[in-house]
């Protein structure tokens, strides 16, 4: 495949010149997609491809300016906290929908009652089920009410609220089709396409009345097309048939750096790419129920090695090995233990002492752009006697297998800066359906003292129980950051996004 994949850049290099330049002059991006878009919604469909476009889309109410650690107000214009359980907001007066509804507090009112609504199944239904309620104080004033102290409620608004139009969404028979029939919002890309099979696309809103520094659209029309298939999406590229592919592995990156036309962009994220053990058998294998068979495999696994040879960046100290479920960077992340240490021959002699001297059999589900990665973790895993069957899949069928009980093993790509709270990714690796392949009630508690407790150096002492807990019972392996690499047309560039450390979106792509 890699000398087919030469044969293929080398031989039709000097057709990418006219067709990009000809998109440039019309300042029309087209970028390949892996998985299908037909829903933007982060409450339904939690996809990394659906997320690059639908945040220039929708606005939340605030956001989190990472780079100067601080909120900032989005479509409120401010906010007060009443008691600790209870804020106001003031909302901004001159905001409208992509559809020329006016933005006002009963938009507010009814994104907040329908995704906290019991009736309504959401993946991670906890991200809402902390607000008890919502009251409308004016035509701009909302006062919100917690179940109980929350200290990171300003977090979760920030990153897993956005305001949809109440007017026209009140229209929809089935609620959950809002981003698919009537994906409106107020941010500065208003939604043209959503098919399935042609993608989605967007443009530039000249009704846009928010931060412009924080919310560029450099671009005037951005066309995401769906190919699933990674040898497609080169040819496409080389040919300019589009623009820019995301995700593109070392190897594709390596062999198309040399076509003049191309540029590789390695993008340093937050995004941690870890092995996840069913410690409870949910799924059927009764193996990773015992820590010293998840233990063994953990020190079966040679994690510099796959940096250094596999992730984009990992030569070049882009990517970072990780020791925990968090970045340095993150709110609350504090631990004094690390995970077991690269030990064949220790492993070997660990997984005989717990009974399988011959090894087992395990379904392993991977995150199908990082699929190289998996490989190589199953190549380790196969010298200490375990063999694993990869599954590489998008993250959309990962999500039904989880929900399904059905993963004995797996790695995925969690983008843990898309809300860079401990609680937001503790949440997501122990609560919702991640939640039964661990059963662990200590967890759980102290979870919910961290969520308790305002303090950030106390929540911090609570939530280095919870990391080093992790690391102990080997419920996960993290591996490392992954750098997400962009391979582009040379009149294309990635712009550092003014908002966020460790993400990029539609918005942050601009013309040379």
């Known amino acids: 495949m890699k000398k087919s994949l030469s044969i293929l850049v080398a031989g039709v290099a000097a057709l990418m010149a006219g067709p990009a330049a000809a998109q440039k002059s019309q300042d029309f991006l087209r970028l390949a997609i892996n998985d299908p878009v037909f829903v933007l919604s982060s409450y339904h469909v939690p996809a990394d491809e659906a997320s690059n476009f639908s945040r220039a889309v929708y606005q939340p109410l605030l956001a989190y300016d990472e780079m100067n650690k601080k909120y900032v107000p989005v479509l409120a214009k401010s906010w007060t906290r009443v008691s600790p359980t209870v804020i106001d907001f003031e909302l901004r007066d001159d905001i409208t929908f992509h559809n020329g509804n006016k933005f006002d507090a009963d938009d507010v009112i009814y994104t907040v009652n329908y995704v906290k609504d019991p009736k309504v199944t959401l993946t991670f239904k906890s991200r809402y089920t902390w607000i008890e309620k919502i009251e409308k104080l004016g035509p701009y004033k909302v006062r919100i009410t917690a179940t109980e102290p929350n200290s990171v409620d300003l977090g979760f608004l920030a990153y897993r609220f956005v305001i949809w139009d109440a007017e026209s969404w009140d229209k929809i028979e089935d609620k959950a089709d809002y981003g698919r029939l009537n994906p409106v919002g107020t941010g500065q890309y208003k939604v043209s396409l959503l098919d399935k099979n042609k993608g989605v696309m967007v443009e530039r809103w000249d009704g846009f009345k928010g931060d412009k520094n924080y919310y560029p659209a450099p671009i005037k029309k951005i066309h995401g097309m769906t190919m699933p298939d990674p040898q497609t999406r080169v040819a496409q590229l080389i040919t300019g048939g589009v623009e820019m592919i995301r995700n593109a592995t070392p190897d594709q990156a390596k062999d198309l750096s040399a076509n003049p036309n191309l540029r590789v962009t390695n993008v340093p994220t937050a995004a941690e790419f870890y092995v996840g053990f069913d410690a409870t058998g949910r799924a059927g294998n009764k193996a990773t129920t015992d820590v010293r068979v998840r233990r063994a495999m953990a020190m079966a696994i040679d994690r510099d090695s796959i940096i250094k040879y596999l992730v984009p960046g990992g030569p070049e100290g882009v990517a970072e090995k990780l020791q925990a479920l968090c970045f340095k960077d993150t709110i609350g992340c504090k631990f004094s233990k690390n995970p077991p240490e690269y030990n064949q021959e220790a492993a070997k002699k660990l997984l005989a002492e717990s009974g399988y001297p011959n090894g087992f059999d395990i379904e392993y589900v991977v995150f199908a752009p990082n699929k190289p990665l998996g490989e190589a973790i199953a190549g380790d895993l196969l010298k200490i006697g375990i063999r694993a069957q990869i599954s590489s899949d998008a993250i959309s069928v990962y999500r039904r297998k989880q929900t399904d009980g059905k993963l004995q093993m797996w790695s995925i790509l969690f983008p843990t800066g898309s809300h860079p709270e401990a609680d937001n990714i503790l949440g997501v690796y122990f609560d919702g359906p991640a939640g039964p392949y661990f059963n662990d009630d200590t967890i759980a508690k102290w979870m919910k003292e961290g969520t308790s407790e305002f303090d950030l150096a106390k929540r911090e002492n609570i939530y280095e129980k919870i990391f ?25 560039r990635i712009e550092p996004s003014k908002l966020y450390s460790g993400e990029r979106s539609v918005y942050d792509y601009n013309w040379n």
Do not use: A, C
């Not at 080093?468 to 294309?492: F, Q």
């Open 468 to 492: 080093n807990r992790v690391n102990e019972e080997v419920y996960y392996l993290p591996i490392t950051s992954v750098p997400t690499v962009y391979v582009h047309s040379k009149d294309v």
